[in-house]
């Protein structure tokens, strides 16, 4: 039988060879880039994720805390309250707590104080409730007709120093309702800030310290001009009636639903900030931040309050720049750590393009209006 003998070319075998080698290393290294991209390097997954910093920013962790200084306050007597409040700030009592106000004011602290505690909750549809809640006492400062029509534009000025960078006076002045943060100066910056004032925000903090000083009289915009502060501590309540009695335009407490409400997105932002920078587990964001202290700023509250009263909102002096100061007014240049301002930012931009995402704020079925941010 005949053998019939094939002829292989050593070339062409050579160069099957070199593919084999070639596809097959490329393979490995395809392979060892794919497991480092979706091993090492992939982040959490987002859903389960999500799910854990809502339930961790609902956590109030301080209180207990506010409990028991609440009730605290609510069994002792208004003098002796009053002498240890001012104690730790002066040795004399503030020109504007007297003997003749005393009598009138303990039931009247009393009271607010256990109205704001009890409406301490989680309850977003707050956010429906504003217009009834603080637009009249605005109206009414200013001699407008009572109703609940939302302001068509609302200017909210802070008081970064990057006001400085751009003459935003005009066009602030130009809205119907302009806020401002913490008693901040306006004379001598009205061509970058303007010069109208519609409604103070503050923190008690600033009332406490400002209540005791003659050149401050609680109101420093005019007696006239409308105030609406939120709580940081439920002994500044005493600073509150002291200064309500010598405020002609009246001085508001925020809703403590709305205060909860805020406290939950902006710990929910920082928690969210905080793992997407570190990849550790957020039960480890206390460990870097003091949970007892931690507090949304007062102009993120105040963009909040203009969301719930406002059909159109601007926002200037949001952000800060390396050659601009923190507050355009002081030489103050550090951030204070009680905030976590680099969240507070994140949550503008939600705020601003997709508020439908921001949680606990959906929640609420509150329509967002136009929210614009200047630089």
């Not at 704001?116 to 301490?120: A, D, E, F």
């Not at 109206?139 to 200013?142: E, G, I, K, L």
């Not at 005493?238 to 009636?241: A, K």
């Given at each position: 039988?005949?053998v019939?003998?094939?002829s292989v070319?050593?070339t062409?075998r050579m ?11 490329l393979?490995?290294a ?9 091993i090492?390097?992939s ?10 910093l809502?339930?961790?920013a609902?956590i109030d962790?301080?209180d207990a805390e506010l409990?028991?200084?609440t009730q ?8 002796s ?11 004399s009592q503030p ?6 106000i005393?009598?009138r004011?303990?039931p009247a ?6 109205q ?5 909750r989680?309850q977003?549809?707050?956010m429906?409730d504003?217009?009834r ?5 605005i109206?009414?400062?200013?001699g407008y ?6 302001y ?5 000025v ?8 751009s003459?935003h006076?005009d ?7 302009v ?5 901040a100066s306006?004379?001598g910056?009205?061509t970058y800030?303007?010069?109208?004032t519609?409604l103070?925000f ?5 009332l406490?310290l400002?209540?005791r000083?003659r ?6 915009y005019?007696e006239f001009?409308p ?6 501590q439920a002994?500044h309540f005493?600073?509150?009636?002291a ?5 002609k ?5 925020t809703?403590a ?7 939950r997105i902006a710990?929910?932002?920082s928690?969210?900030r905080?793992v997407?920078e570190?990849r550790?587990s ?6 870097m ?9 007062s ?7 203009a969301?719930g009263?406002c059909?159109?909102?601007?926002v200037f002096g949001y ?11 002081t030489?103050q240049?550090a951030e204070?750590?009680l905030?976590?301002y680099?969240?507070?930012?994140e ?6 393009a997709?508020?439908e995402?921001i949680?606990f704020l959906k929640?609420?079925?509150f329509?967002?209006?136009p929210?614009l941010?200047y630089?």
């Open positions: 039988m005949a019939k003998i094939i070319d050593p062409a160069k099957r060879s070199l593919r084999v080698r070639i596809t097959l290393f393979l490995i395809i392979t060892t880039i794919l497991l480092r991209c979706f090492s390097e982040p959490p997954p987002f859903i389960p994720l999500n799910s854990n809502l339930q961790l609902a962790t301080g409990r028991k200084e605290a306050l609510l069994d002792s007597s208004f003098r309250v009053l002498a240890a409040r001012y104690r730790s700030i002066s040795h020109h504007s707590i007297g003997s003749p005393e009598s004011a303990q602290f009393r009271r607010y104080l256990r704001w505690y009890l409406n301490k989680y977003p549809g707050v429906s504003l217009l809640l603080v637009k009249p006492h109206d009414h400062a200013f007709p009572n109703n609940t029509t939302p068509a534009s609302c200017a909210v802070g008081n970064s120093g990057i006001l400085l960078n003459n006076g066009l602030i002045d130009s809205h119907d309702l806020i401002r943060l913490n008693f306006i004379a910056y009205r800030v303007g010069g109208k519609s103070a503050i923190n008690s903090n600033v406490h400002c209540a000083r050149g401050c009289f609680c109101h420093p005019g001009v105030t609406i502060m939120y709580i940081c002994a005493v600073d509150y009636v200064c309500n009695a010598s405020h335009a009246g001085l508001l407490v809703d639903r709305f205060d909860v409400l805020c406290a710990k929910y932002y928690l969210k905080f997407e570190t550790r957020p039960e480890e964001w206390g460990k931040r003091d949970e007892r202290m931690f507090h949304y700023s102009g993120m509250q105040a963009v909040m309050l969301v009263l059909d159109r909102v601007s952000g800060k720049a390396a050659d601009a100061k923190h507050h355009y007014y030489s240049k204070l750590d905030h976590d680099e969240a507070e930012y949550f503008y931009g939600d705020l601003g997709r508020p995402v949680p929640d609420s079925g329509k967002v209006p929210v941010f630089g």
